[in-house]
Structures are given as C-alpha cells and as structure tokens.
C-alpha cells in the first residue's frame, strides 16, 4: 500500500473505476456525480484508459448504452444523481431483470421540487426496489475501494446484478480527503477479467429482453430475486478477499461504541463519521450510546443487524429521505418490519435529518439521543430541524 | 407459449434471455381462439387467398390443393372468412 494523497473523493472513485480496467463508461454529467464522469473522459482521451466513452444526451441513454454494452460482454461503468436516477428509473429493473452486472455511483443528490443540487438520500430510497445491490460508503476511502470491489460483486456468477455505490453528494464527492490508493497489481489479481455467462453474440444468437407472458413473469420476477438475495453472501465473501488482499475490512453492517449500548444510532452513508463523534463523546460523558452503520442495503442484512442490536433498548433511526404519508422513513420502515417478528424489539425512534443537504451535526446526534432518553421523539417520526410556527 | 418457457424459476434461462432463435414456432397461438374456420370444400376455388391474408401464415395448400389452417398456430381472427372471394370459409365454435 502506498501513501495517503489528499485528493477530492469523486477523482477517487474515477481512479478506482480506471484501475477496475473498464471497456465502457456511459455517462451524462450531472451535479454532483459530474468530477468522476469528466476525469473519466479525460482518462479514456488521453489513453490511460483503453475503454469506449459513450457521451449520451441523457441519463435514459446512459444507462441504455450501458445494458447494450454490458449485454454485448463489456465491463460497464455509469454515474449519476437524483433527476438522473430518476429519469433512468424505467431501464434500472432492465438492467436487473436482464442480470447485467452494470456498477454505478450514485452521488446522492435530493430530488426537486425545489431544485436542489445537495445531499440526501431521496434518490435512492425512491429506487429501493429495483433488485440492484445497493451499498453505501461512508467516507473517500470506502468510496474508492467499495468501487473496485463492486465490480467483482456484480460480475461474481452467482450474483450477475447490477450493483450501485451510494455515496453523499458533496459531502464526499466533492469534499478533499485522504486517500490510499492500492496497487494495480494487486487489484488485477483481485479482479479478473469479465467472463458474461451470456452475452450478444451473432454466432450464437440471444434474444435479450423479450415479452414475458403471464405465464413466465413471475419465474423471471422470482429467478432475479433469488439472486439478488443469495448476492448477500457474495458480497461478504468479497469484502472478506478485499480486506485479506487489498485494503481495509468492510463488514455489511458494523458497529461503533460499547458493544453493549442500550441506544443505537442507525445510519447509513456518510453521517455516520458525525454520529461517531457523537457516540464518543456520549461515551466519554457516561452515557450508553452507541452506533450501526448499515453499509448493504439491498438486499437488507437482516441476520447480521439483528445480531448487531441484540443487546439494544432502544434505536435511533436515521432516515436521509422522506417517504411522505408511510409511518415512517424508507430505513426506520424497513427496520421496524424486520422486528416485526421478533420477540425481543427494542423501541424504535425515527429522525428523519440532513434533507436536501442542511447539516446535522455531533450537537444534533446529542440532542437527539437526549430526547430519546426523555422521551420525546415521538411515536412515528421527527422531521429534525424544521422550522415551524407552532 | 413456448413449452420450454414453462418451467420452475430455477430452470429459467439467465435473465429470462432466449438462447434458441427461432422458438416463437412452438409459441401456441392456437391456445387463443374461441372461433376456428372451417373450409367448405365445395364452394371452395382453391384460389389461395385465405392464405394470402392470414396474418399467422398458417395456411398453406394440401394435397388436394386446399387450404387448411394450423389450428396450432390459428387465433381464430377471421380474416380468412372475411377474405375469401366465395364465402366457402365459416367460422365455427372451438
Ligand atoms: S382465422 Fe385468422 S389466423 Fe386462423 S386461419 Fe383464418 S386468418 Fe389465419
Ligand atoms: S380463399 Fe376461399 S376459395 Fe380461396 S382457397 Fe381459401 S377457402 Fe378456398
């Protein structure tokens, strides 16, 4: 391993996704992804990276040139953000339903109205059930490593999915951090060369995407599900390779604090760094506080975060989303269906924190834990920071 | 539908992709039709126009140089009755 560099995270995962050796990157610029996708141009004009830029006039024709190209047996890489996703949504469940291990960053960006160019997680959490693997990092580094270990997630035979890297719009992609880059040779012998299981061949025609008749869609619908849920295991094992081989040791969920804390903060992607200065300092006070941070959405670890909250009173769920008219945000949702079943549920609370990139801080995560203990965040959920008349 | 096609979902080829050009032939239209045409040999010319319009091209001439249809393939449309030049075609119950 090499020296830390101080670089901006989004030409970190750029590096990353060149030194994953690519065929083709599909991509239309879009704040705040558009430093990872320019860098990449820059790569491929100038020949340090031998792959195929296609320069599409829209996110739709992006993520389209991309299910033709990883159709086609090529190592295919886009990008995007919010309205980008969004205008994507329709071709994300082909490029699953067809198994194509596409990988994508997705620089999480709020949605409009109003229009806004900073962080939350309203563009993914309107995405969750499109069976790609979906993984969130946390901070520069995870952003690039999870990068190159995504592609040999997706392309592993068991899984074929497509895979999308969660990571906080400006927070990280545009923030300067240290970063260790990882030996060529190391990642060429981690990741070995694409080898499609079918590919678009005209000596051996395929029909890729036909009609499935009531009579096969369930099968088709069940065939992707199944492998997006056997993909958890895959993803363990690979993260396990990475840590042995290449860099640092990245666990589906992973927690923070006294093993024991009887409240848990639950959070996902880059907050996560703020709530672990609060959790110390909590810690550091007396208080019996402590941390999970979710890195493998979908498919959701429910084994592994059971086990993780085991000895929990009570969660703090962080939700970087609204998901207007449920009972709760996307994650505190999910989390409180999991419990659901289980005789032993600690008491869930829900702060729905940080939209459309207003800050929360190691102030706020004291705050919240606070009025937890007190009692006071309410039965579904608390929209944090809202200014309000009454 | 295509025989094969009818499977358990671990059967089902990846990503639901045909591997087999050309397997829409065992595709059972015939399944559809609640109508089927009937031929009446007599009034029949054996002009072949019925065929000419079948939009399932699954009429074709026997020996006897009618034309029947594949009711394998036959939706029952009735095009072949509307076109027929002496009204020897009838569409008939299934
Ligand atoms: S009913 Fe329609 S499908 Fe059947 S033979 Fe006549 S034209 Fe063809
Ligand atoms: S169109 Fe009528 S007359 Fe001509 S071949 Fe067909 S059934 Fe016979």
Redesign the interface.
Known sequence: MTKAIGLEVSLAIAEAVKQANVDVVAAYPITPQTHIVEELSVYVANGELDAEYIPVESEHSALSAAVGSSAAGARTYTATAAQGLAFMHEILFITS????PVVMTVANRAMSAPISIWNDHGDIMAERDIGWIQIFAENGQEAYELTIAAFKIAEDRKV?LPICVNVDGFILTHMIEPVTFIDQKKIDDFLPPYSP??TLDPD?????G?V??P??Y???R??CE?ALLNSKAVVQQVLEDWGKSCGGKYKLVEKNGNDKAKILFITMGSLGETTMTAVKELEESGESAGQVRIRLWRPFPREEFLEAIADADELIVIDRALSPGAHNGPVAQEIKALLFNESKRPKVHNVIAGLGGRDVTVKDFQKMYAMAKADELGPNYLIWGVRSDA | ?SEL??????K????????Q?GNAAQLRTGDWKTLRPETDTEKCIKCGMCSIYCPEFCISENEEGYYPADLFYCKGCGICANECPKQAISMVMD
């Open positions: 339903g067809l198994r194509l074929l299981a079918l051996k025609p395929a029909t890729f036909p499935g008749v009579e096969v369930i099968e088709s069940k065939q199944q | 539908m096609a009818i499977c358990a979902w671990q089902l080829e990846l990503g639901t992709v045909i591997t050009p």
